[in-house]
């Protein structure tokens, strides 16, 4: 069936350093492909989006890439503060299914 | 203010005796989603609903049931619940059209002894 991979599982940075997360899926049917943060005891919120027909897109300090040949895509978070720090799912959705499938997550510890 | 609500938020209950989670939303979603969130696996699709009256399995469904008898409700239930279904339960809601945000729940965490 389909699935979402993400790496690394836990990732630590110093502030002020970059962070990577990476995903791959599996449908190359995908065509919507969101980044949710959820803080410490929270819900998973919206970041970021980037649609299919569209490479790459940036707001602020975090920017999501997109390489529909190889079915992957990642975020980068530039000038990482703690509170960036928290847990980041992605997730890919193919809008005939309308079905959103979330990776596994990653543990981002940003050290001051 | 548009959100989703979700009630309770903690419980602590033994083994076989029947609860029900509701979860509500006021933004004229058609579709809603129950997840669990465990460790190491992320969030997990329990059951879906794409209208009132239209549910469907997702990928974990064993030892639950929702119903759709309402646009902005979604309960979640668990008949006999047991151990292993103990974990922290997302609603989740979205109009249909792919490509959408989806908005969760403040989320219940669920204690089965």
């Known amino acids: 069936g389909e699935n979402v991979e993400q790496h690394p599982s836990t990732l630590s940075v110093q502030e002020g350093d970059s962070a990577v997360i990476k995903c791959t899926y599996s449908?190359?049917?995908?065509?919507?492909f969101p980044w949710y943060k959820q803080e410490l005891g929270k819900r998973p919120q919206l970041i970021i989006d980037i649609r299919s027909n569209v490479g790459e897109k940036k707001d602020q300090r975090i920017a999501v890439t997109l390489n529909k040949t190889a079915k992957h895509f990642s975020l980068h978070i530039t000038e990482t503060q703690p509170e960036d720090s928290a847990v980041y799912f992605c997730?890919?959705?193919?809008?005939?299914?309308?079905?959103?499938?979330f990776g596994q997550g990653t543990t981002l510890q940003v050290k001051p | 203010e548009a959100q989703v609500t979700q009630n309770p938020r903690y419980l602590i209950t033994v083994t076989g005796k029947k609860l029900t989670v509701t979860c509500s939303q006021n933004m004229n979603h058609e579709y809603m989603s129950w997840y669990r969130q465990d460790p190491g696996l992320g969030l997990r699709q329990i059951y879906y609903s794409m209208n009132v009256e239209v549910t469907d399995k997702g990928d974990v469904p064993e030892g639950y049931k929702v119903s759709r008898k309402e646009k902005r409700n979604f309960p979640l239930i668990l008949e006999s619940p047991s151990p292993n279904q103990t974990s922290l339960y997302f609603c989740a809601s979205r109009f249909l059209a792919g490509g959408v945000e989806q908005f969760f729940g403040p989320g219940t965490r669920l204690t089965v002894l």
């Open positions: 449908d190359s049917a995908s065509n919507y």
């Open positions: 997730a890919a959705s193919n809008s005939n299914t309308g079905k959103l499938i």
